[in-house]
């Protein structure tokens, strides 16, 4: 069972309310709300009756409270022996992720690795392959195709939702649109990434299709932030920005798998296994929260 879902059941029970458990986690309402539900999900119950006076456990809830806490207990011991042991830990881990992973998913994961063990280093890979892995360049890689190499041992941890985004400056200037042909899309120029999987998708277009084109995915995003056109990104980094849109749920590029990979030898090692283990919860905790993709024009 997710510890992350779980703690956000705890917080919402011992609170009363989703609201009051967002200011005592110092979290947002719609994560712990999205965390409760995701819980239930996976229960199969319903752990709260919902009212405006607040939240109310309901049988399983109350079932499921006194484990949740021995679980919270258990996991306080955990802390306090990883605590003990990181004085062991020191030196630096070399994290490889591709630039739309890098520029926005990453630095909150290794802003909060870095709070709870200050002695490891982190040197970050911009880097969209396998490569610097099997040459030792980076200790950890996180990707989003399983790694074939046999040297690796890798992880999924999830799927991140691929859909096409545009900012309301765009959409303003713009009626209704509902063909491809009426954006203005933003591609890459040398990669042909996009392109095979559009085509895959059912969709015949070539590179001219693009409006714009850039092989670095930071840039794409800028130009739509900018009101430039039509771009492709997973919602749980589009959604970080106000005013970018879900645009022609035709056209979602489906589900990109997240994988952790690392040199098998190196797994080994406690400091490089303890960024694996921690980028691991990280990622598999921003995919359970991932928000819906609501279409908007």
């Not at 809830?61 to 062991?88: D, H, S």
């Not at 990707?143 to 799927?159: N, T």
């Not at 283990?277 to 993709?293: E, F, G, T």
């Amino acid at each position: 069972m997710d510890w992350n879902l779980v703690q956000a059941f705890l917080a919402a029970a011992e609170a009363g309310s989703l609201s009051a458990a967002a200011d005592k986690t110092r979290q947002s309402q719609p994560t712990l709300s999205r965390q409760v539900a995701a819980l239930e999900a996976a229960m199969g119950v319903s752990l709260f009756e919902r009212s405006p006076r607040g939240l109310r456990l309901t049988q399983a809830g109350e079932a499921l409270l006194a484990p949740a806490r021995a679980m919270r207990a258990a996991a306080a011991e955990v802390a306090t022996a990883a605590e003990q042991g990181r004085q062991l830990l020191p030196g630096t881990v070399r994290v490889a992720a591709s630039e739309m992973t890098a520029a926005y998913l990453l630095p909150d994961m290794l802003s909060a690795l870095r709070r709870d063990y200050p002695q490891i280093a982190i040197d970050i890979v911009v880097n969209n392959g396998l490569d610097n892995l099997l040459e030792r360049e980076a200790d950890i890689a996180i990707r989003h195709a399983r790694p074939a190499q046999g040297a690796l041992i890798a992880r999924q941890l999830g799927e991140l939702k691929i859909q096409a985004w545009a900012h309301d400056s765009y959409l303003a200037r713009h009626p209704p649109l509902k063909r491809l042909q009426d954006y203005d899309w933003i591609g890459m120029d040398r990669s042909d990434f996009l392109l095979r999987r559009m085509r895959e998708a059912g969709f015949d277009v070539d590179r001219d299709f693009f409006a714009l084109r850039c092989d670095n995915q930071v840039v794409g995003w800028q130009l739509a932030l900018a009101g430039a056109g039509v771009a492709f990104a997973p919602a749980a980094t589009a959604s970080r920005f106000p005013g970018m849109r879900p645009v022609l749920p035709e056209l979602a590029q489906g589900m990109m798998p997240v994988w952790l990979a690392c040199h098998r030898e190196l797994r080994q090692n406690a400091r490089i296994r303890c960024v694996f283990d921690h980028l691991a919860a990280s990622w598999q905790n921003l995919l359970a929260s991932q928000p819906p993709a609501a279409l908007r024009h």
